[in-house]
């Protein structure tokens, strides 16, 4: 096999090769975000598992996937990114094959944590080895391909997770992972050429690591947990704080360290800071209504978890078409109108959706889904080209770390502000439609709003009328969604201004590169010397 893939390569092609080995992993990563809810009734009923272990299935892998993005990109710029995204690769695939051999709920959630870090390592290795790959020119077409497998994944993981989990077991879920890592890391030891910063000092930044790594993770678990807690619980205000102190710990401590984990400079390029921006939205809007709609599609219009996956291809097939097309129009007229555009697009697909009912039809949801897919698809492929074009190439791991952080913490912020939404009316609607209910009895009846639990039990009035306030309810939540996405437009076109000029070290392989950004210590050891 190997000798077979050496002869299909040359330096011509050796970059698509590289690509076709990042898509690889990148489907792995987004695969898995997909299918993992899918199984979790069957992995209840095969572990025992409490409610609680199946939260924290979910939400430890999320914790350390979200943790250490920048960790991970940083550290493949300053050790090596294909070293690096390897060592990811196989945390990823030993994972899940430990995962599939789980005979208790705390190994299954051990290791799912293990794979978050796995993750956590690939993710940022993906984005700055293509980027490192290809020249500028190139870049938008081939992070639009990226862009693209990140969707088929997305499309095909409902529906893939649903056939295993039906006909084979929910260990064939992770299973199917170790082949698909192996047959990446073959590609990337042949294909993928070792690059570094050969700028920054080889030196690891621990309090950077430590006060970052302390305040996401707190930050991330008061989201996720916000609502089934409270928001104004002791817990999150606990979690929000040491979230608030860690941070500003982190953006102190960053400027004075030789060595830092994230050069905030990079923030002082429009194309940048307004690409992060986008991203936040996009994702705060996307993983948000992706999430209550599923919910909508299951318990009110009834459909199985399967045909709800299907129905949603639309907005993934549509991305995937759409994300390659914006990627190479990035290439040739810039990204701020396409982000733009797109956002305009995912805002109108919003404000679509408004209009649902208890008994919409999905005649009526598609034309929302694919002005959605359509949508996102032109933001994802010119967002992300224009935050790698904008920083030099030797940054280009904790460049993606930082664009991939974004991103996961703006889903987690859109998750829990649209649960919250619905929450607060869906309290106010039930003391209306429901006034003979007591008040305790109403909060437990909150609590169930688009919480996912059957409520079967309950009697036919009582659960219409909590189906006509969810309904209500993410009517309204979807108001507040497409107005930020409206707003993320408005920002696109003003932060972006016009196209920058491209780095000299971001066109060639051989360029000059740009001087690193230079730092208090810097300038003053050589004010010394003179």
């Given at each position: 096999?190997?000798?077979?893939?050496?002869?299909?390569?040359?330096?011509?092609?050796?970059?698509?090769?590289?690509?076709?080995?990042?898509?690889?992993?990148?489907?792995?990563i987004?695969?898995?975000?997909?299918?993992?809810?899918?199984?979790?009734?069957?992995?209840?009923?095969?572990?025992?598992?409490?409610?609680?272990?199946?939260?924290?299935?979910?939400?430890?892998?999320?914790?350390?996937?979200?943790?250490?993005?920048?960790?991970?990109?940083?550290?493949?710029?300053?050790?090596?990114?294909?070293?690096?995204?390897?060592?990811?690769?196989?945390?990823?695939?030993?994972?899940?094959?430990?995962?599939?051999?789980?005979?208790?709920?705390?190994?299954?959630?051990?290791?799912?944590?293990?794979?978050?870090?796995?993750?956590?390592?690939?993710?940022?290795?993906?984005?700055?080895?293509?980027?490192?790959?290809?020249?500028a020119?190139?870049?938008?077409?081939?992070?639009?391909?990226w862009?693209?497998?990140?969707?088929?994944?997305?499309?095909?993981?409902?529906?893939?997770?649903?056939?295993?989990?039906?006909?084979?077991?929910?260990?064939?879920?992770?299973?199917?992972?170790?082949?698909?890592?192996?047959?990446?890391?073959?590609?990337?030891?042949?294909?993928?050429?070792?690059?570094?910063?050969?700028?920054?000092?080889?030196?690891?930044?621990?309090?950077?690591?430590?006060?970052?790594?302390?305040?996401?993770?707190?930050?991330?678990?008061?989201?996720?947990?916000?609502?089934?807690?409270?928001?104004?619980?002791?817990?999150?205000?606990?979690l929000?704080?040491?979230?608030?102190?860690?941070?500003?710990?982190?953006?102190?401590?960053?400027?004075?360290?030789?060595a830092?984990?994230?050069?905030?400079?990079?923030?002082r390029?429009?194309?940048?800071?307004?690409?992060?921006?986008?991203?936040?939205?996009?994702?705060?809007?996307?993983?948000?209504?992706?999430?209550?709609?599923?919910?909508?599609?299951?318990?009110?219009?009834?459909?199985?978890?399967?045909?709800?996956?299907?129905?949603?291809?639309?907005?993934?097939?549509?991305?995937?078409?759409?994300?390659?097309?914006?990627?190479?129009?990035?290439?040739?007229?810039?990204?701020?109108?396409?982000?733009?555009?797109?956002?305009?697009?995912?805002?109108?697909?919003?404000?679509?959706?408004?209009?649902?009912?208890?008994?919409?039809?999905?005649?009526?949801?598609?034309?929302?889904?694919?002005?959605?897919?359509?949508?996102i698809?032109?933001?994802?492929?010119?967002?992300?080209?224009?935050?790698?074009?904008?920083?030099d190439?030797?940054?280009?791991?904790?460049?993606?770390?930082?664009?991939?952080?974004?991103?996961?913490?703006?889903?987690?912020?859109?998750?829990?502000?649209?649960?919250?939404?619905?929450?607060t009316?869906?309290?106010?609607?039930?003391?209306?439609?429901?006034p003979?209910?007591?008040a305790?009895?109403?909060?437990?009846?909150?609590?169930?709003?688009?919480?996912?639990?059957?409520?079967?039990h309950?009697?036919?009035?009582?659960?219409?009328?909590?189906?006509?306030?969810?309904?209500?309810?993410?009517?309204?939540?979807?108001?507040?969604?497409?107005?930020?996405?409206?707003?993320?437009?408005l920002?696109?076109?003003?932060?972006?201004?016009?196209?920058?000029?491209?780095?000299?070290?971001?066109?060639?392989?051989?360029?000059?590169?740009?001087?690193?950004?230079?730092?208090?210590?810097?300038?003053?050891?050589?004010?010394?010397?003179?």
């Open positions: 096999m190997t000798e077979r893939i050496r002869a299909k390569m040359n330096d011509g092609n050796r970059r698509w090769w590289a690509l076709g080995a990042m898509c690889f992993a990148l489907f792995m987004m695969l898995d975000n997909t299918v993992v809810n899918v199984a979790l009734p069957s992995i209840q009923r095969s572990l025992h598992a409490t409610t609680s272990s199946l939260e924290w299935t979910v939400n430890a892998y999320t914790l350390t996937f979200a943790v250490l993005l920048v960790t991970g990109g940083r550290l493949g710029d300053l050790f090596g990114r294909r070293r690096m995204f390897l060592f990811g690769v196989s945390v990823f695939a030993f994972s899940s094959f430990m995962i599939a051999l789980s005979q208790s709920d705390s190994w299954l959630i051990a290791f799912r944590a293990l794979q978050g870090a796995g993750s956590g390592f690939m993710m940022p290795g993906t984005l700055s080895i293509i980027t490192n790959a290809f020249p020119h190139e870049r938008g077409r081939a992070i639009g391909t862009a693209g497998v990140s969707a088929m994944a997305l499309a095909i993981g409902p529906v893939l997770g649903g056939f295993l989990v039906q006909e084979v077991s929910w260990q064939s879920i992770f299973l199917l992972n170790v082949p698909v890592a192996a047959l990446a890391i073959v590609v990337t030891l042949f294909a993928v050429q070792e690059s570094r910063d050969e700028t920054a000092t080889r030196e690891v930044d621990v309090p950077g690591v430590a006060t970052l790594t302390v305040g996401l993770a707190a930050l991330v678990l008061a989201l996720v947990k916000s609502n089934a807690w409270g928001w104004g619980s002791a817990r999150v205000l606990v929000f704080g040491v979230a608030l102190l860690a941070l500003a710990a982190f953006v102190a401590i960053e400027p004075r360290r030789i830092p984990m994230v050069e905030f400079g990079f923030f390029s429009r194309a940048f800071f307004s690409a992060n921006v986008v991203a936040f939205i996009v994702s705060f809007a996307m993983f948000a209504t992706f999430f209550s709609l599923a919910l909508y599609m299951q318990d009110i219009l009834h459909f199985t978890p399967l045909q709800t996956g299907v129905r949603f291809l639309p907005t993934t097939l549509c991305v995937m078409v759409s994300g390659p097309i914006a990627g190479r129009l990035a290439d040739r007229i810039g990204s701020r109108l396409l982000m733009t555009a797109g956002l305009i697009g995912v805002s109108a697909s919003m404000f679509w959706m408004t209009g649902i009912t208890t008994h919409s039809s999905y005649g009526f949801l598609v034309v929302a889904f694919i002005l959605q897919g359509l949508g698809g032109f933001v994802m492929s010119p967002m992300s080209t224009a935050a790698m074009n904008a920083v190439r030797t940054k280009a791991g904790v460049a993606s770390g930082i664009l991939s952080m974004t991103r996961m913490v703006g889903s987690t912020f859109g998750v829990a502000a649209l649960g919250a939404i619905i929450a009316v869906g309290r106010d609607q039930l003391a209306t439609r429901l003979h209910v007591g305790g009895q109403r909060g437990k009846l909150v609590d169930l709003l688009g919480s996912g639990a059957s409520t079967s309950l009697p036919g009035g009582v659960q219409g009328a909590l189906n006509e306030t969810y309904v209500y309810a993410l009517s309204k939540g979807l108001y507040a969604v497409g107005s930020l996405a409206l707003l993320g437009a920002l696109a076109w003003v932060l972006m201004g016009r196209p920058a000029r491209t780095p000299a070290s971001a066109t060639s392989p051989g360029a000059e590169p740009v001087r690193p950004l230079e730092r208090p210590a810097e300038r003053a050891a050589e004010r010394a010397h003179a």
